[in-house]
């Protein structure tokens, strides 16, 4: 493995506050009921064959994660990425939260297939959400949320999207599917603090799991989490042993460890924890040991390594989160802060705007055929960067 040189902080992993988006107070009510529909759990597997060999020059690899693009200001800064110098040897890794919406999910996969060379991506729980009526224009034909998964997977295929692991050159990308579960939740809990359901994590109310499938519909439970965890199972062992020598970068939606998560008393909703975090995905990252796992789902950025792989959220969010707490969201560069204060008054830089969020896409790697073409020094571990890419 590299040896990481470059070490940007986040401003957010030393605020460690904030609310998150994802610890939603809204109830999503549906009027459909629980299938008993064993056939769409089958239809829904999905085989992560060993890298394939992509015949395609790399030069940069950019990543993002919970662009939210049901954000019509979202949807300007995606499209606004076709405008920047990405070229066709650039490729992006978009880790979940694009939309519950099938439409928009097309047009913003598209939107950033347009944009770079490659894309890698893995749906994140919003994806999966089946909310209103069932086989609506929002869910496709879907009934359930194992369903919506093969849907938007099948979309993926269609636009010429990596939803599996490739080989481009010396790098391996790996894009890992992954569910939350409540015992992954190892902190103690704060006294008086809400149980969670469906009035506090939307994914309760919002997602459909059919009762005679892994965990019985039971929301929270490590069954759907180990279900998830099984299609990458395919070709894994051809994989871990055509990563060696590689670089290797992994994506997947949801925390592997809770230190990567803020503690419960810097939460807004501290039961947060027991829907963000998957042990069945530690587990596989710690078989495979890439070089950067890239996640999201918490809406915090994050730079941290844990058992000699490097971890790196960088969500978009919402405008109004944007807005709120750019301090967590932004690179320490952006928004000067010292490591005990929290004071409100510290100035932007000029002509800052968080709203903009001109600092994502992140680059987080760069091939030596790159570097050695725009004529910069250094050894092989200064392909790992974390740098402003606007």
């Keep these: 493995m590299l040896t990481i040189l470059q070490q940007i902080t986040f401003s957010g992993r030393k605020i460690r506050r904030g609310p998150c ?17 064993l056939r769409s759990i089958l239809h829904a597997v999905v085989v992560a064959a060993a890298p ?50 099938l439409g928009l999910i097309r047009q913003s996969l598209s939107t950033a297939a347009e944009a770079f060379g490659r894309v890698f991506y893995v749906p994140g729980n919003h994806e999966l959400w089946v909310r209103g009526e069932p086989q609506s224009v929002k869910n496709g034909t879907a009934q359930d949320s194992f369903q919506k998964l093969q849907l938007i997977l099948q979309l993926c295929q269609e636009l010429g999207i990596h939803t599996t692991p490739a080989r481009l050159g010396n ?7 992954s569910w939350h579960h409540s015992s992954w939740d190892k902190e103690p809990d704060i006294q008086g603090v809400p149980h969670v359901s469906a009035l ?21 439970s490590l069954e759907i989490a180990e279900w998830f965890d099984k299609q990458n199972k395919t070709g894994w062992q051809e994989l871990l042993q055509q990563r060696q020598g590689c670089d290797v970068i992994s994506l997947a939606h949801f925390l592997p460890h809770q230190a990567l998560l803020p503690e419960k008393r810097y939460l807004f909703y501290p039961n947060l924890a027991k829907a963000a975090g998957s042990e069945p995905l530690a587990h596989r990252l ?3 040991q890439p070089d950067v796992n890239i996640f999201g789902h918490t809406h915090f950025s994050w730079d941290a390594t844990i058992e000699g792989i490097r971890h790196i959220q960088a969500p978009l969010c919402g405008p109004s989160e ?20 929290r004071s409100s008054t510290i100035p932007n830089p000029p002509g ?11 680059q987080i790697y760069e091939s030596d055929a790159y570097k050695s073409r725009m004529g910069k020094a250094g050894d092989a571990a200064d392909r790992w960067q974390v740098c402003l890419s606007g």
């Design 352 to 362: 800052f705007d968080p709203v903009k969020a001109d600092w994502l896409p992140i």
């Design 200 to 220: 506090s994590i939307a994914d309760y109310g919002a997602c459909i799991w059919p009762d005679t499938g892994p965990g019985q519909g039971v929301h929270g």
């Design 52 to 101: 394939v060999q992509v015949e395609h020059n790399i030069d940069r690899v950019f990543a993002v994660s919970d662009v939210h693009c049901d954000y019509t200001l979202n949807q300007d800064w995606l499209t606004e990425l076709k405008q920047n110098q990405y070229g066709q040897n650039d490729v992006l890794l978009l880790a979940g939260d694009i939309s519950d919406d």
């Design 286 to 288: 710690r078989a495979l």
């Design 21 to 37: 988006a994802t610890a939603s107070s809204v109830l999503f009510e549906h009027t459909c009921t629980r299938r008993t529909v």
């Design 322 to 341: 944007r807005r709120r707490r750019p301090r967590s969201l932004t690179f320490e560069q952006l928004t000067p802060l010292g490591p005990m204060d």
């Design 171 to 177: 790098l391996c990308i790996v894009p890992l599917l």
